[in-house]
């Protein structure tokens, strides 16, 4: 949105943080108010392409890896547990360095989640291991994947 028009959705609207994703700034400004951020980009499949690539720019300040150390995550056991959850994760680049750096970690026990067009344009991304379970998912919705605690007796 033009930052130049910001103070006129701050008079139309109040001074105050939106209560809904549908009455955003980014939705006033488009005319679209009634729909997500997400829903008026992946109504333009360029618009949508082009944020997906812009994304991992971010990460020239901030670092994929080396603020947890993903090797504590272990493999150990029969079951096919799953032990690491991106959520809101894209098109999976993150993932896909976690696995490169943590080979103890496997890809059949990772899941990536995000909104349907995203997990479509997730599963072209070549980069990303066929093992990687692609699950549709709002973030603002109950988590559907559950861990489980187990007793250090």
Request: aromatic share 8%; glycine share 10%; proline share 6%.
């Amino acid at each position: 949105m033009p930052l130049s028009r910001f103070h006129i959705y701050l008079q139309e609207k109040g001074y105050k943080e939106p209560k809904i994703q549908e009455t955003s700034p980014v939705a006033w400004a488009e005319g679209k108010e009634g729909q997500t951020l997400w829903e008026i980009i992946a109504s333009d499949p360029e618009r949508f392409l082009t944020f997906q690539k812009g994304l991992p720019m971010g990460d020239i300040h901030l670092p994929r890896i080396g603020y947890y150390d993903f090797g504590k995550l272990t493999n150990v056991g029969q079951d096919d547990r799953t032990l690491l959850v991106d959520i809101g994760g894209g098109i999976g680049s993150r993932l896909m360095d976690i696995l490169t750096n943590y080979r103890t970690l496997l890809p059949g026990r990772a899941v990536l989640q995000d909104l349907p067009d995203v997990i479509r344009a997730a599963r072209a991304n070549t980069r990303l291991s066929g093992d990687v379970k692609l699950m549709e998912h709002d973030f603002y919705c109950l988590q559907p994947v559950q861990g489980t605690c187990r007793s250090r007796t």
